[in-house]
């Protein structure tokens, strides 16, 4: 099936006489014949649903459209984007070990990698997403187990070099994770490029509606953890009776013992009700994200020439640092823009408030078009250094452009700079 039709039809295949919708399976447990078919389960945990906190039809049926869609052996939603972080970084580090990644990331990932996760003994080394092989190298370390990045950055809208940090991460026997939330598997399968973990938050493109919060990881089962780094994925788990992830689930390893033991523990997964409304948006991924490309290409090639703006971020404009490496990884740039208005910080706050249509508002990728001004909102929490490391200046808006017709956004865009 190509994008379009795994949007539609993939995860979910009613039989005769079943729902067309896939169905809400609103119930925390499931029911067993005998108390030896459940005590089975707890030895086979992947024979049989037990309980919602870690596994749930409805939501199964997502995780399966979303790991077709990326092309990987297997995919676990989890109740936000940032838990999918958390769970994606946590199956591969305990106390003592760190991780790379690019500065250019999510404000709340920085965050996570920067201020919790070290408290918890997990160490983040920062590296420019523009950096050669040898400085990517430099920062990895004997206790280092990934390399994290996001294809199209938020807001930095960088886009990831995959095959420079997939390249560099394997010849150190480690994973590449990277959070695809931007550009989502319609623009880019970061699989194909040796991507080993994908992630997202569900909350933006996929749902697509402001709807609900989620997150998604997905293995691409391409990794070998057989290579001494990763003993938790070869060695018996004691709290599994003795289960070999690599040994008893072989290419799925990874995302099974994210269900098992992370899921299992910490909780943190959907509702049933929130992964229906997650689909509902999968369905048309593929026809919206198309639109949202067009629509933000017109409003990018706007504010270049509007005279009112210093700069203008979006790696779908010729001048962008990234074209090329847009050109290569996505098919098309996503809905997103970041500039930089005249007169800094004062002039972001009237011209926002001057727009009518754009509503102002602490999310983005929905189909409705929306600013923020991240200085003062998502990355108010960072220092300055940190926030020009993660490509964010004092005038910087940003713009997720939606669904509406391209020229009532440019002209409620117009009123913000007649404001000014
Ligand atoms: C929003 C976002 C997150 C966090 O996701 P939530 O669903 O809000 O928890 C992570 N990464 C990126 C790129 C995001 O845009």
Not at 106 to 128: M, P, Q, R, S
Not at 214 to 243: A, L, M, Q, R
Not at 292 to 308: D, I, P, R, S
Request: proline content about 4%; hydrophobic content about 40%.
């Amino acid at each position: 099936m190509r994008d379009e039709t795994k949007c539609i039809h993939a995860g979910y295949r009613p039989k005769n006489g079943e729902p067309k919708m896939v169905p809400i399976v609103q119930s925390t447990t499931y029911v067993f014949n005998s108390a030896k078919e459940v005590s089975d389960v707890f030895d086979e945990p992947t024979k049989a649903l037990v309980y919602s906190r870690f596994a749930n039809p409805t939501v199964m049926a997502v995780e399966q459209k979303i790991a077709e869609l990326e092309g990987g052996v297997g995919a676990m939603c989890t109740s936000s984007g940032q838990m999918a972080s958390l769970m994606a970084v946590l199956n591969l580090c305990k106390a003592g070990d760190s991780i790379v990644s690019t500065s250019q990331i999510y404000g709340g990932t920085v965050n996570l990698f920067a201020v919790t996760l070290k408290k918890y003994g997990i160490e983040t080394i920062f590296v420019d997403a523009y950096a050669d092989e040898a400085a990517i190298s430099a920062a990895i370390q004997d206790n280092t187990k990934a390399i994290f990045g996001e294809t199209i950055a938020n807001p930095a809208l960088t886009v990831l070099d995959i095959e420079k940090f997939a390249k560099v991460a394997h010849a150190h026997g480690i994973p590449l994770i990277v959070d695809n939330t931007f550009a989502t598997p319609v623009l880019c399968k970061p699989i194909e490029y040796g991507a080993d973990i994908v992630i997202h938050s569900t909350s933006k493109y996929m749902d697509g509606h402001a709807v609900q919060v989620g997150g998604v990881i997905v293995d691409s089962g391409n990794f070998d953890w057989t290579n001494g780094k990763f003993p938790d994925f070869t060695e018996p788990d004691e709290s599994y009776h003795g289960i070999r992830y690599v040994q008893d689930y072989g290419k799925a390893a990874y995302i099974i013992k994210a269900r098992t033991q992370l899921m299992r523990d910490f909780g943190g997964y959907p509702a049933a009700n929130s992964a229906f409304l997650l689909n509902l948006g999968l369905e048309t991924l593929a026809l919206r994200m198309e639109r949202y490309c067009e629509n933000a290409q017109k409003v990018a090639e706007f504010l270049e020439t509007c005279g009112k703006v210093e700069k203008v971020i979006y790696p779908g404009l010729k001048s962008s640092r990234d074209y090329a490496t847009a050109q290569k990884y996505l098919k098309g740039a996503s809905g997103v823009i970041s500039f930089v208005i005249q007169g800094g910080r004062e002039a972001a706050v009237r011209f926002m408030d001057s727009l009518e249509l754009v509503s102002i508002e602490v999310h983005v990728a929905d189909i409705r078009t929306s600013v923020l001004h991240p200085a003062s909102t998502t990355h108010r929490q960072l220092t300055d250094e940190q926030l020009v490391a993660a490509g964010v200046e004092p005038g910087l808006i940003r713009l997720s452009v939606g669904l509406e017709h391209y020229e009532d956004i440019l002209e409620d865009l117009a009123k913000g700079f007649a404001s000014l």
